[in-house]
């Protein structure tokens, strides 16, 4: 196995506007491990993930994904080995179906193929009524559309799944059966974003955004 | 058979009409007297020195002149855009530019050698016209695809983000949105085509009627002009939104948000 860790963030800043969000931040995420990130509203959680989707301009040399510098030029590349849910996912307009469909048609991703036998096994895993799928996304509730959003994720095999506050618009059961699910997966790792850790605490890897910047939180640093 | 000019005196005494307007106006305490006098005078002054200044053009007949001319029209035209969808100026300015340039001559330099042929099709009595009318209907729909775009690029930011969290690349991640974009903009001028001659006598047929020329004669101009309208549309809406994303949108996909004016932001 690659023993390079999927992620690697040193000495980042994240700024909103001309606001410091958080400084000189590290984080090391091995590939399978699972960790839940917390931190105060407004302590930049969000921003941080949007900076390793390479949707925020990143300072040189901060982030690194399976090892490579995360740049205006190797994001484009590097995106096709992370999956994100944003915190109340908009994952686009019609039937469920084709919206988990559509990406299996980007250039990108020729090499995987939807399986709508996979999409119906994670609903059921997800506790997601199979008709969901003929469905249109409108209709749907806002922890319906979390978990239509997670199964478009997931369905492309990411090493790497980036998650906000992806429990919190779930009910008590979903959240357990999305939880166990996630925790079950062994080859994905996981971020995810949560600002009540008794919410969703995915794994025993507990991280504070306050610890990570000084530097001790991080204990293989 | 010559076209009867209106005497300038009957045509000052056709102001009385816009006593109607006014009429409502100040009865109805509408605060618009203010606005319509300023138009109205606007109107009259442009027209009286276009009329003036194309009868020189005509007259001159000079290919660098009708360039120089189509050239202050598109200016004026991708200003009057930029104010219209509220879009920063110093990005869009130049992207517009060339889009209408593109977008309405290449129409128009169809329609006039090869659908008006064999008249001289870079003649000022020819060129100007029929490049105003195509770039004046060509207007609201380059507004309304620009400015819908960019909206919904910055509304559901989320969703494009999806897309390229998905592995699209810039274009696949853009495609619903310019989907969406042409849907929008082109409605009017397709709803427009589909009630030609129903609802009103379209402007190019009128003129030409008046011109002395038989209805049957007149609705093939009506026709060709519409074509070149639709085309013009088109092309000049999309080469706006695709030029325009070279500036728009950050190298990370993302979209940069000076592209808004700071009163829409």
Redesign the interface.
């Known amino acids: 196995m690659d023993s390079s860790p999927i992620l690697e963030i040193r000495d980042l800043d994240g700024m909103a506007g001309n606001i410091c969000l958080f400084r000189k931040l590290h984080l090391t995420l091995d590939p399978g491990e699972k960790c839940t990130l917390s931190g105060a509203s407004g302590s930049g959680k969000s921003t941080l993930l949007k900076m390793i989707m390479g949707f925020l301009p990143v300072p040189a040399d901060t982030i690194f994904i399976t090892g490579e510098e995360l740049t205006a030029k190797s994001c484009w590349r590097l995106r096709k080995c992370v999956a994100c849910v944003s915190q109340e996912p908009e994952i686009g307009k019609g039937k469920v179906c084709d919206i988990l469909a559509a990406p299996f048609q980007y250039r990108s991703n020729r090499s995987l193929s939807f399986e709508l036998k996979e999409a119906q096994q994670l609903f059921e895993c997800f506790l997601l009524p199979a008709d969901t799928l003929q469905k249109d996304m409108e209709v749907l509730s806002g922890g319906e559309k979390q978990r239509v959003a997670l199964t478009a994720a997931l369905l492309l095999k990411r090493k790497l799944l980036l998650l906000d506050e992806v429990a919190a618009a779930l009910d008590a059961r979903s959240k357990e059966a999305v939880r166990a699910y996630l925790a079950s997966l062994k080859n994905t790792a996981i971020l995810s974003v949560s600002h009540d850790v008794g919410d969703f605490l995915l794994s025993s890897r507990l991280e504070w955004m306050e610890d990570l910047q000084k530097g001790g939180g991080n204990a293989r640093d | 058979m010559p076209v009867t000019d209106i005497d300038v005196v009957r045509l000052a005494a056709g102001y009385g009409l816009l006593l109607i307007p006014l009429g409502i106006f100040l009865w109805h305490r509408v605060p618009l007297i203010g606005t319509t006098l300023v138009s109205i005078v606007r109107m009259t002054v442009q027209l009286l020195f276009i009329g003036f200044y194309l009868q020189i053009l005509f007259d001159l007949n000079n290919i660098w002149l009708n360039i120089m001319w189509l050239a202050v029209m598109i200016a004026v035209a991708d200003a009057s855009i930029l104010r219209g969808c509220d879009l920063n100026f110093r990005i869009f300015a130049i992207p517009v530019f060339v889009a209408l340039l593109l977008g309405i001559l290449l129409p128009v330099f169809i329609f006039l050698t090869v659908i008006l042929y064999p008249a001289p099709a870079l003649d000022a009595r020819f060129l100007v016209p029929i490049f105003g009318m195509v770039l004046g209907n060509s207007l609201r729909a380059v507004i309304v695809g620009l400015q819908h775009f960019y909206d919904a690029l910055r509304r559901?930011e989320?969703?494009y983000?999806?897309?390229?969290?998905?592995?699209?690349?810039r274009q696949?991640a853009l495609m619903?949105f310019l989907k969406e974009t042409l849907q929008v903009s082109m409605a009017p001028t397709l709803a427009n085509m589909a009630t030609m001659g129903l609802v009103a006598l379209p402007g190019m047929m009128t003129g030409v009627m008046i011109g002395g020329i038989s209805p049957a004669a007149a609705i093939k101009y009506q026709i060709a002009i519409m074509i070149a309208i639709l085309s013009g549309t088109s092309l000049a809406a999309t080469l706006a939104v695709y030029f325009s994303l070279r500036k728009s949108l950050?190298?990370?996909?993302?979209l940069n948000r000076s592209v808004f004016t700071r009163l829409n932001q």
């Open positions: 559901r989320k969703e983000f999806f897309f390229l969290s998905a592995g699209a690349g696949e619903p950050t190298p990370w996909g993302s």
